[in-house]
């Protein structure tokens, strides 16, 4: 062979050498990446080719699947009332890929999961076809449905658990959406997504897990938590050592309270049925800033929560001392999610054992055969079980003749706070109203929950807890009790 031949030839060698290592680099290496890659067009088209699983509400399916036409996608997803359901259940799109339990439970949805092994093989012999399984939720339809409708028109969240177990009850969010109208891969949906994501009130996002709001008064039972646990008080009808007027620590701003009500050395309970600001202020002070901190850490913040869907992590901030009491109110740059608050209400509800907040019960195969059943988790033990009666006392006292009389259920025992929070720059924008709350039956507390609304066209003046938040928590109680009847 010649020389130009030779070269020809070795040339020719290496390129069939890397075009070999290439190819099994792929094959063996990269396989399984490119396999499930988000852009892997087959993998979409596989995850639609069949009907996918349902998620249910109170035994019924609250979704669907219909068979779609000119496209390569042959089934699309359909919710029922999507805009009730959307805060749960998120969105899968064709298009747009999916969130929450549509996203988190896709293995089960497409019966894809490894969970479904058996049933998919036991399919490939019966000749039956491929169907996803099914997710059975903690969500209780009467309890979600009084959530919506308290809301209505007005931006806000609702969210209550069953303190003993942890079950989220009802997890709603307004103004919501249809995942129904972007569900396909048409330039419709494309516009309908474009729509909902340019909106100025939002009504993609998840405000009871996803977004974070000064708390108020509400948070003064945690400040009350955490004055008894660290022994600064004990008898909620004794006296505090509060003045007024009282100044803020290392300033000459004098802390004001909401009217002229009785809160000079008022006791913890009467501070909590007039939330008293001076109080509640002074004991965050004279508690300091770290065992504020490891109060609130018991009672989940500080951290990300996962339902499984992930909810932000509600903030209890490190800062000087009149920042600190500011935050003992609620107020400065201490942050909650409504998934926290309604989880501060279901640990002192429930004696002071705080649940794991869970919303998948069940995942079925497509034969309705449980492949997992969730096992309540104890999260934390946010406050001893006699002090947490004590603040269900202080709770039961606002209900009763307090700020949160609109909360009274005929017959049943309603413990409440109400919370009024300001925000924006020097406080210019208009408060959000919040309540949290618990109801107990004979059997203990069927029900906590967390409401804040923040209503952008009512008066300021007429924005309170007790007005427009109060009255939402107790049409969701009511809902979880009368469903147990």
């Known amino acids: 062979m010649n020389k130009p031949l030779r070269r020809i030839a070795i040339f020719c060698g290496i390129l069939v050498l890397a075009l070999l290592i290439r190819d099994n680099w792929l094959q063996y290496v990269r ?64 298009a747009f890929d999916s969130s929450q ?68 009850l009802a997890l709603a969010s307004t ?32 405000r009871a897990l996803r977004e974070t709001y000064p708390p108020g008064s509400t948070f003064k039972v945690v400040t009350a938590a955490a004055a008894l646990e660290n022994g600064l008080y004990d008898d909620i009808d004794a006296k505090t050592d509060s003045p007024l007027p009282w100044t803020l620590p290392q300033s000459t701003t004098p802390l004001k309270n909401e009217g002229n009500i009785p809160c000079e050395n008022a006791t913890l309970r009467e501070a909590l049925r007039v939330s008293c600001n001076t109080v509640f202020g002074k004991m965050s002070d004279d508690l300091g800033n770290k065992k504020m901190i490891e109060q609130t850490d018991r009672f989940g913040f500080n951290k990300e929560v ?28 201490n942050r909650t999610t409504p998934l926290q608050m309604a989880m501060v209400a279901s640990a002192i509800a429930n004696d002071g054992k705080l649940m794991q907040p869970y919303m998948v019960a069940e995942r079925q195969a497509p034969n309705l055969d449980p492949v997992y059943t969730h096992e309540p988790e104890e999260l934390s033990r946010a406050l001893s079980g006699e002090n947490a009666q004590k603040i269900q ?93």
């Open 393 to 485: 006392q202080m709770m039961e006292t606002v209900v009763k003749d307090g700020t949160g009389t609109n909360a009274r259920i005929p017959g049943v025992t309603v413990g409440g706070k109400t919370g009024t929070a300001q925000h924006g720059l020097n406080n210019s924008e208009k408060p959000y109203a919040w309540f949290i709350s618990y109801a107990k039956t004979d059997d203990g507390s069927p029900v906590a929950v967390a409401v804040v609304v923040e209503d952008g066209n009512a008066n300021r003046d007429d924005i309170s807890g007790g007005g427009l938040a109060a009255p939402i928590a107790r049409d969701v109680m009511k809902a979880v009790i009368d469903s147990k009847k």
């Open 101 to 168: 339990l549509e996203n988190l439970e896709d293995g089960i949805l497409t019966g894809n999961d490894d969970q479904l092994f058996f049933d998919r093989t036991l399919s490939m012999f019966t000749g039956e076809k491929k169907r996803g399984g099914n997710i059975v939720t903690t969500l209780n339809g009467d309890a979600q449905k009084a959530a919506f409708k308290g809301l209505g028109e007005k931006k806000g969240a609702v969210v209550a658990l069953d303190p003993k177990s942890g079950a989220i």
């Open 175 to 206: 103004p919501s959406y249809d995942p129904s109208v972007f569900a396909g891969n048409s330039l419709k949906d494309s516009d309908n997504r474009q729509k909902l994501l340019k909106d100025e009130d939002k009504p993609m996002l998840n």
């Open 306 to 333: 996962f339902t499984p869907v992930r909810a932000d992590a509600s903030i209890y901030p490190e800062d000087n001392r009149p920042q600190n009491a500011m935050a003992g109110i609620g107020q400065a740059s």
């Open 31 to 94: 396989a399984d990446e490119l396999t499930s890659h988000k852009y892997n067009r087959r993998v979409e088209i596989e995850r639609y080719a069949h009907e996918r699983g349902d998620i249910i509400v109170d035994g019924k399916a609250i979704t669907g699947s219909v068979e779609t036409e000119d496209s390569d996608f042959r089934y699309k997803r359909v919710w029922k009332n999507g805009p009730l359901w959307a805060p749960v259940t998120g969105y899968s799109s064709q």
